[in-house]
């Protein structure tokens, strides 16, 4: 079929339709006879029998204008009626009735586009419409989007609103608010039902009678009728009565809504879904017009089912799929006739909606999709054909926003039946090419909307308009007088403006059913199941007894239900990727750009306006939209990927895909503003473009690096209208010498928009290949909405997308460039808020677990429950009722969750995502410094998507059942072992303490301890991702499979200085580690809140013990490879733990003085954080002393290394201070852990003091017999050790007597004695055999010490006597002390001078002595 303006060129102006003597022989186009029968079988009435052939008129075309007018000829009362709309009696305002956005609300307000739909964006925002009425019965309808707080009614113009109060909270204004079932007139009653999302709300008002009421339209399931479903229209009855009227009293639709609630009201420009006998909606409907519409459709299908046979001379029947238009002038000349008079109605919104949605949707039921699809371009063919293109465009676009409408609100039934008609017809619109690519461009992503929206003010209080149509999909509303214009109020008129600039999204969505009847799950899944405890990873739950065989068959059961309504939701997954697959369709590129380069240019937008929104509210495409979207988005991708590869041996399958690295570089794909690995793009461009010169043949102007620079001090500042001038293209020239400066290039107006490469000077260098002059490639790169296929594909010395490519990249083509970039759109996807979408779907799953648990111990309370106590026994069986209701309920919920996000299908995209980021990952890490170039999000993606594998799609999908698993877990942990310390990645993110950072410290999850809004750098996120990695046995032995260089490299990192860098998440990978191995560090629940509360399921969990022997090896090897690593290390860890725990206990002080006040006091809940995070702290940063002096205790014990000494003395004085910290009897820390404060739950003497313990007997039990001397006498040096202190830890009050037994310990205090079931036999045997062996060193050196003279005591500590003196200073103190000292300073700590050697004291004092007697 030839479309308009290729081959028959038909148009209503070229038509001679009218009677006219110089062509009266039309009719000699078939036999008269013949003709007669066939236009007065299309022409007739079809409200009127057939007229005999003898009776009737002949018709020919000279008399058929006549005929038709005849035809359409409509009372002429109604004619009246519909030309005098706007003065009907009882009605008030424009006959087009609307939401008044210029100045009937309150509150801050999103509305739509047509000024029908309304969404809240303040607390509680009020709109009401443009008409009133004052007289007679009037109705609207009111289609609910969203369950939650609204209400919904009539108010006068002198009703006044605000925040708190809406409509039904004042006098003459009244509402019913189906969320919280009541009516509202200033007091509030019971009233009517609860509504759901896909309800119509019919409001009514009789001001005859003065009463008002309305009607709720509820889908309800009826297993009986074929279709499963039909329409409950309720009647809620009366809601008031003696309703005010008279002068100055007239009534207008208005609606009050909380934030994010969302409705679309109907006046009447649309049909009444449910009208009502004697009401009349406010907004007439075109009823003459209708008619008419009616009569020309019932005309335009007899042609599609008449077929002419001259031959023969007689007509045809047949059916409409099998008509085919055939150029026979008298079918031409019938449908012109048609169309002369159709296509003015084709233009409004009510008769598209009711004419030619209906029969459309008709054809769809009626056939196949194949009929189907044939019929419908049969139809638009005739549309694109007869009628001008505005008029075709015009009905386009009300057809598609009618049935993006219709797909949006309609109801979940068990069958999906609505929704898959709707998609049938769209595909079947779409399948055609010409309103293809009209509707891509101008309907389902429209783009010029946003320019304006985002360049200019909205109208009414924002602008300078009444009539606000700068956005095409939603205005903002906000009141002149109570909410002032900023830069706040422009910026949400933007985003907003963009929400539907993918309209199509919508398409995509199945949104999730709010009533389980509603979507007949309850015949679907008649039997429920539930698990019985979590088996997400790193959470262990309490055993429980086997499944019995009656819970296996509950679960079989379920299980098949779960699978029919998986088959029945992937038949319409599978439509909506069929419309993507359109979407993406490149090779209808007849006369035109093709349909998947027009997707791109828009796709793109799309993504710049979400990227640019993130972290702002709202979000411009809702997170669950999103996630559907992807998910299509990747199948109808890998759908071409594989495609092209079928036809191109030498491309890449899908399973391979990744993304190059010149796409980060080049220029051709724009990145907005979102952050690089590297740092700023324009800042890499200036400090890497010799790289980008020397690796991919770019050459970027200097002076072009200098003007962008200076246009970064005013970006934010630049005008609307400057921006609309700045030039979008560049040209680069191959050559290499760099090119003379273009004029353009100086503008200062190049700013944000234009920072990145592809508008810039970008030259191609002399290639690897020499090129000839004639050779040289001119190379243009333009802005999104200007390129074209060339561009992104590329051509012969072109490579489009990838121009730029590295010597590491090989030559042959992965795929085509477009579907590159898509890919690389769906990864940003992902990132801007797919991933958040999956973490909070997991509620669902978490809602049952909790109720489960209920019900599992409601029922063991019924079995423990005396029977004599009834009234017990009776509460408990109503509570098992509602659990057991509720988990119903809500186990169906999860079915429908896992069947539309977490199913097996779905896992696969994820996992295929991950896969691709790993590559593409790979690949920049091989181009060296322009690694720097990638956008973070891949990193981000990366580390997201693995943690969505393990944590989210659980028990009912595995991991480990994916292919590749474990290939795919190892290249993870060797990117993230490399990259955490990779010094091309800047970190960009505000952390305010770099010293505490995010991360727990015993195996705790991570802690925002100082801002709960700070978002972690790149550099963070990587070491958060590696802290988790160790956590878990597959992980880690993925870690373990790397190779050894890239092991050994972040093992190093790790044991770098602590200082300048995010120490404690450092520190949590070492304890991970080394976890499993310390004294009493088995536990995965904190042991001391076992033992006060036994049975409290709700304990915090910590990962099960998983420590690697491998990476330890590797610790003890690089501490002992040089004379630098290991005191550098150390001496930064005891540095935090010094400052570690005394933060901590200055916070305790300041909570018990808190808590000891007579007045009530609150601690802040931010204090008690931070103040368990340095006791955490403290406890990790002990166990990696553990594990170093474990694994190499030379580095304390041998002596003839320059700090053994030094670390072990300021060691000794840390555990020393710990120990009579916590030890001291009724000192500051019992009082607080004896408080129990939410929020110090880890809080208390087993975590701290098995730390300490296990560092004492690692020096002193196990270490060779030199060390433990060592050890020992260092120890009992130290002025603060106390023995009472290691006779605490056995929980004896005094040292036992020297060769006594250790005496029974007191039950009433703290003992180690009574964690046997954390700590061994063997451990419990080391401590008796260390408090021994200090008991009698201790002895000892309280006998053999000898007074010493203050003035042979060092002047720094005062506790150990003078052994050093400083050159050439000659001040004298102990060794530890100037050890320490010179650590961090080489000024002398007295005179500030530069010490140049330490020498003993006792070779001073000979040297002294000698020079004396000389």
């Excluded at 933007?494 to 509603?518: N, T």
Aim: glycine share 6%; aromatic share 8%.
């Amino acid at each position: 079929m030839a479309s308009k303006g290729a081959g028959m060129a038909f148009s209503r102006k070229s038509y001679g339709l009218t009677s006219d003597a110089e062509k009266s022989r039309v009719t000699g186009i078939v036999h008269e006879k013949l003709l007669d029968d066939y236009l007065h079988r299309i022409f007739s009435s079809t409200g009127r029998a057939p007229m005999a052939a003898t009776s009737r008129k002949l018709l020919n075309f000279q008399n058929l204008p006549e005929h038709l007018d005849q035809l359409l000829h409509v009372d002429e009362e109604a004619e009246e009626e519909e030309e005098s709309q706007g003065q009907v009696e009882g009605r008030l305002g424009p006959s087009t009735v609307v939401l008044d956005h210029t100045g009937g609300f309150e509150g801050l307000l999103l509305v739509d586009d047509d000024l029908l739909g309304v969404i809240g964006h303040s607390n509680f925002g009020t709109i009401r419409s443009t008409t009133c009425v004052y007289k007679g019965k009037w109705v609207y309808e009111v289609l609910i989007s969203s369950q939650g707080l609204m209400q919904i009614g009539w108010c006068t113009i002198n009703c006044r609103f605000n925040q708190e109060e809406g409509v039904g909270d004042t006098h003459n204004s009244y509402a019913y608010d189906g969320n919280r079932v009541r009516k509202w007139n200033v007091t509030t009653t019971n009233y009517g039902k609860a509504w759901a999302a896909g309800d119509i709300v019919s409001c009514l008002i009789d001001l005859d009678e003065g009463t008002l009421s309305f009607c709720l339209h509820i889908l309800l399931s009826t297993p009986s009728d074929p279709p499963f479903c039909s329409r409950n229209g309720v009647s809620l009855g009366t809601a008031f009565e003696n309703l005010s009227r008279g002068l100055g009293m007239a009534y207008f639709p208005a609606i009050s809504l909380s934030f994010k609630e969302s409705v679309a009201f109907n006046f009447g420009s649309r049909p009444l879904r449910y009208p009502v006998v004697g009401y009349r909606p406010l907004q007439d409907p075109p009823s003459a017009d209708l008619v008419r519409a009616q009569e020309l459709l019932g005309c335009f299908q007899a042609v599609l089912s008449v077929e002419l046979d001259p031959v023969q001379g007689r007509l045809v029947e047949k059916e409409s799929s099998e008509w085919q238009l055939q150029g026979q002038p008298t079918v031409l000349l019938t449908l012109a006739h048609i169309f002369h008079r159709f296509a003015p109605l084709l233009r409004k919104v009510y008769l598209v909606e009711a004419v030619l949605m209906s029969f459309l949707l008709g054809v769809v039921e009626a056939g196949t999709p194949a009929q189907a699809q044939s019929v419908v371009h049969q139809v638009l063919d005739l549309l694109w054909l007869f009628m001008e293109d505005y008029e075709v465009q015009d009905c386009l676009k009300q057809l598609m926003m009618s049935l993006l409408r219709l797909y949006r609100f309609s109801p979940i039934v068990p069958d999906l039946a609505l929704q898959i008609r709707y998609l049938r017809l769209t595909i079947a619109i779409l399948s055609h090419e010409k309103s293809r690519k009209f509707l891509l461009s101008h309907v389902l992503y429209p783009l010029l909307a946003t320019r304006q929206a985002r360049h200019g003010v909205p109208s009414g209080p924002l602008g300078g308009r009444n009539k606000y149509r700068g956005c095409q999909a939603l205005s903002l509303a906000v009141p002149p007088s109570s909410v002032p214009v900023t830069s706040l109020h422009r910026a949400l008129a933007w985003k907003w403006a963009c929400f539907d600039v993918l309209r199509s999204v919508v398409f995509f969505y199945i949104k999730s059913p709010l009533r389980v009847e509603e979507a007949g799950l309850q015949e679907l899944i008649p039997t429920t199941w539930w698990p019985h405890r979590s088996s997400r990873e790193g959470k262990e739950s309490k055993e429980v007894k086997d499944e019995t065989s009656e819970e296996r068959l509950r679960r079989r059961a379920y299980e098949r239900g779960c699978q029919r309504l998986k088959k029945r939701i992937e038949v319409v997954e599978e439509l909506q990727v069929q419309i993507l697959k359109l979407l993406l369709n490149n090779q209808d590129d007849n006369g035109g750009e093709a349909s998947r380069y027009i997707f791109l240019t828009k796709f793109r937008k799309f993504l710049q306006e979400n990227a640019s929104s993130r972290g702002n509210m709202p979000m411009l495409c809702p997170p669950e939209y999103m996630v559907c979207f992807l998910h299509r988005l990747i199948s109808a991708l890998r759908y071409y990927w594989d495609e092209y590869k079928a036809s191109n041996p030498r491309a890449t399958f899908s399973e391979e895909a990744y993304i190059p690295p010149q796409v980060f570089y080049n220029g051709k794909v724009d990145y907005f503003d979102l952050q690089r690995l590297g740092g700023l793009l324009s800042h890499l461009r200036k400090t890497l473009k010799d790289d980008l010169a020397s690796k991919a043949n770019i050459l970027i102007d200097p002076l072009e690096l200098q003007a962008a620079t200076m246009d970064d001090l005013d970006e934010d500042e630049e005008p609307a209208p400057a921006a609309a001038q700045r030039p979008m293209q560049a040209l680069a020239m191959g050559g290499a010498l760099p090119l003379p400066r273009p004029s353009w290039l100086s503008s200062p107006t190049l700013g944000r928009a234009n920072r990145f490469l592809s508008t810039a000077a970008v030259s191609l260098m002399t290639p690897r290949r020499p090129l000839s002059t004639s050779e040289k490639v001119k190379v243009r790169t333009l802005s999104a909405e200007q390129r074209t296929r060339e561009d992104i594909e590329g051509s012969q010395w072109n490579e489009g997308l990838l121009v730029g490519r590295p010597p590491e990249e090989p030559e042959q083509p992965l795929t085509e460039n477009s579907l590159l970039e898509v890919l690389d759109g769906a990864i940003m996807m992902y990132n801007l808020s797919v991933h958040q979408q999956l973490g909070k779907m997991v509620g669902v799953s978490d809602d049952v677990n909790e109720y489960a648990m209920a019900l599992r111990d409601t029922e063991d309370k019924l079995r423990r429950c005396p029977k004599r106590r009834k009234d017990i026994l009776a509460e408990l069986t109503k509570s098992q009722k509602v659990f057991s209701e509720k988990l119903d309920h809500l186990s169906r919920r999860l079915a429908w969750v896992h069947a539309t996000v977490y199913s097996q299908e779905k896992m696969q995209d994820i996992y295929w995502l991950l896969r691709v980021c790993l590559r593409t990952i790979e690949h920049g890490d091989r181009t060296g410094p322009l690694f720097a170039f990638m956008p973070e999000f891949y990193l981000s993606v990366a580390i997201n998507s693995y943690s969505a594998l393990k944590n989210y799609f659980g028990p009912v999908h595995s991991m480990e059942e994916l292919p590749g698993y474990e290939e795919t877990l190892t290249r993870l942990a060797a990117i993230l072992a490399k990259h955490f310390a990779d010094t091309r990645i800047v970190g960009t993110g505000e952390v305010p303490d770099r010293g505490l950072g995010e991360m727990g410290t015993d195996g705790m999850a991570p802690l925002a301890i100082f801002c709960a809004q700070c978002q972690p750098d790149i550099r963070d996120s990587l070491m958060q991702a590696l802290a988790s990695y160790v956590c878990y046995p597959n992980s880690l032995r993925a870690v373990e499979r790397i190779p050894e260089e890239q092991r050994i490299a972040m093992v190093r990192s790790l044991l770098a200085p602590y200082e300048q860098r995010p120490w404690a998440q450092t520190n949590w990978i070492l304890v991970r580690l080394w976890r499993g191995c310390g004294f009493g560090y088995r536990y995965t629940r904190l042991p001391h809140l076992l033992k006060t509360k036994p049975e409290d399921a709700n304990l915090p969990s910590l990962q099960k013990p998983c420590p690697s022997t491998l990476l330890q090896q590797h610790m003890a090897d690089l501490l002992r490879e040089g004379p630098d690593v290991a005191p550098s290390f150390l001496n930064s860890v005891l540095n935090q733990l010094n400052w570690a725990f005394s933060e901590f206990i200055g916070m305790i002080q300041e909570i018990q003085q808190a808590a000891e006040r007579l007045e009530r006091n609150f601690v802040d809940s931010r204090q008690l954080k931070v103040c368990a995070t340095c006791f955490d702290l403290s406890v990790s940063l002990l166990r990696v002393l553990e594990m170093t002096i474990t694994l190499v205790p030379e580095i304390f014990l041998d002596w003839a290394q320059p700090t053994s000494e030094m670390l072990l003395r300021r060691l000794a004085q840390l555990l020393n201070q710990v120990l009579n910290r916590v030890t001291a009897e009724r000192n500051l820390f019992d009082r607080v852990v004896t408080l129990r404060l939410p929020g110090l739950e880890s809080v208390d003497h087993y975590p701290i003091l098995v730390a300490v313990t296990g560092i004492l007997v690692r020096l002193l039990v196990h270490g060779p017999a030199s060390g433990t001397e060592r050890a020992t006498s260092v120890l009992l040096a130290d002025p603060c050790f106390q023995l009472r202190s290691i006779c605490y830890l056995l929980g004896q009050p005094e040292p036992p007597t020297p060769g006594t037994a250790l005496p029974a310990p007191d039950q009433k205090r703290f003992s180690l004695q009574s964690y046997t079931d954390y700590i061994s036999v063997e451990e419990l045997a080391q401590v008796e055999q260390m408090l021994a062996h200090l008991t009698s060193a201790s002895a000892q050196a309280a006998a053999a010490s000898l007074p010493t003279s203050e003035e042979d005591l060092c002047p720094i500590c005062y506790a150990h006597p003078i052994s050093a003196v400083f050159q050439p200073c000659g001040h004298k103190s102990c060794k530890a002390c100037i050890n320490q000292h010179l650590m961090n300073n080489k000024d002398c700590f007295f005179c500030k001078a530069t010490i140049v050697s330490v020498e003993d004291w006792d070779k001073a004092a000979s040297a002294s002595a000698t020079s004396s007697a000389a």
